[in-house]
C-alpha cells in the first residue's frame, strides 16, 4: 500500500502543513513534535513526492550535466567528482549525452527546464548563443566544466590549455629531444583544440627548435581512432621524430595501440606523452606519462560552484585548476 502525506497527518494527530514544514525542515513545529512525525513515516515507508516538495520550496535537488560524449572516461571522472558534491548538497544528477548536436543538446536543455532541475553543469563543449540565450531566458543558473566562454559571463572550471601543452612539449624538451611532433585534436575548437596547438608550438621555438607544418598532425577529435591514423600520418610526414605529445590521452592510447601494430617499442623508439590524467592512463602498456587534470575534483568544483549560486544568487568566480606532469613509462630520456 502506498501511503499519503495525509496518512501521515492523521495517524501523528498533526496537520498536513506541519508534516510539510518537517519533511522541507522549515520552522513551526516542537522537537517532540518532529521526532513522532518521523516515527510515523518510518513506520508507514512513506516516501515523500520529490515534485510535490520542490513546488513547495521551489527546489527539486537534481542538476543538470550535459556531455558531448558519455563513453569517455574523461566525462565519467568528471562526473564522479560532480556526483559527490550533488550527494554532499542532498541532490541527485541527470545526465544527458548531446553528441555535440545542437539540436539533440537545444532538446536537452528544454527538458531540463522542463524538469525543473535547479541548475545545468554544461561540459567539454563550446557554448553557443542559442544556448546560452535559452538558459539565460528561463533564470536557470549554469556552470560550464571543463570548457569556457569568452562571449558569456558564465563561471567555469577548468585547466589552463595553453600552459598544460606547454608544459608536455617542454617536459619532453628537457628529457632531450628536439625532434617532437604533435597529434593534436581538432584545431578550430577553440576551447582545447587550439590554445594546446599554440601552447605546444609556443614551447618549441621558446627552446629554439623547429616548429613546422610537418610537426603537427590534426585531427578531427580527441579519440583513440585519432591516434591511431595520426600515428601513421606522423610517420609519412616526419618519420624522424623521436617524440609525441598526444593532445589527449585517449589519442595516446591511440598511439600506443598503432605503435604496437607497426612494431614500434615505446618509449626505446619513440616516446608519449598524453593529456588528462584519465585513470586508464596508467593500465596502458607502457603506463603512459601525461598531463594530469584533476578532473574527479573538478567535477566536484563546478557542482558546488553551482550550489554556490543557488544559496548566494551570486555568480562565483570562475576557476583555473593547476595541471602537473604525471610520470610513468612511456617516455626515455635521450642524451
Do not use: W
Not at 218 to 246: C, H, W, Y
Amino acid at each position: 500500500m502506498s501511503y499519503t502525506i495525509k496518512d501521515v497527518a492523521k495517524k501523528a494527530n498533526v496537520s498536513i502543513a506541519t508534516v510539510s514544514r518537517i519533511l522541507n525542515d522549515q520552522p513551526g513545529y516542537s522537537e517532540k513534535t518532529k521526532i513522532k512525525v518521523m516515527q510515523v513515516i518510518e513506520q508507514l515507508g512513506y516516501q515523500p513526492n520529490a515534485v510535490a516538495r520542490g513546488l513547495i520550496n521551489k527546489r527539486t535537488h537534481t542538476i543538470g550535466v550535459l556531455f558531448p560524449k558519455l563513453s569517455s572516461t574523461l566525462a565519467t571522472d568528471l562526473l564522479d567528482g560532480i556526483e559527490k558534491a550533488a550527494n554532499e548538497n542532498g541532490s541527485s544528477v541527470i545526465v544527458c549525452h548531446t553528441e555535440s548536436n545542437g539540436e539533440k543538446t537545444m532538446n536537452y536543455l528544454q527538458l531540463l527546464i522542463e524538469k525543473r532541475v535547479d541548475g545545468i553543469i554544461f561540459a567539454s563543449e563550446i557554448l553557443k548563443d542559442e544556448y546560452y540565450q535559452y538558459v539565460k531566458k528561463a533564470k536557470m543558473p549554469i556552470v560550464l566544466l571543463s570548457t569556457e566562454s569568452y562571449i558569456f559571463p558564465v563561471p567555469y572550471v577548468k585547466v589552463n590549455d595553453f600552459s598544460a601543452a606547454y608544459s608536455a612539449a617542454k617536459y619532453l624538451i628537457d628529457k632531450g629531444h628536439s625532434l617532437i611532433g604533435m597529434i593534436s585534436g581538432n584545431k578550430a575548437d577553440i576551447v582545447a583544440g587550439k590554445p594546446r596547438i599554440d601552447g605546444f608550438q609556443r614551447a618549441l621555438i621558446d627552446h629554439g627548435l623547429p616548429c613546422e607544418d610537418k610537426n603537427i598532425v590534426n585531427s578531427r577529435a580527441f579519440g583513440f581512432q585519432d591516434g591511431l591514423v595520426g600515428l601513421r600520418k606522423m610517420l609519412g610526414q616526419f618519420p624522424e621524430a623521436t617524440a609525441i605529445f598526444a593532445a589527449s590521452d585517449e589519442i595516446a592510447m591511440g598511439i600506443l595501440s598503432a605503435a604496437f601494430e607497426l612494431g614500434i617499442k615505446v618509449p626505446e623508439e619513440l616516446s608519449v606523452i598524453g593529456y588528462d590524467n584519465l585513470s586508464l592512463a596508467e593500465m596502458t602498456i607502457p603506463p603512459l606519462t601525461t598531463i594530469g587534470q584533476p578532473l574527479v575534483k573538478m567535477g566536484e568544483m563546478s557542482a558546488q560552484m553551482l550550489f554556490d549560486i543557488l544559496k548566494t544568487g551570486e555568480t562565483p568566480e570562475s576557476r583555473i585548476v593547476p595541471h602537473k606532469v604525471i610520470e610513468r613509462l612511456s617516455v626515455k630520456e635521450r642524451r
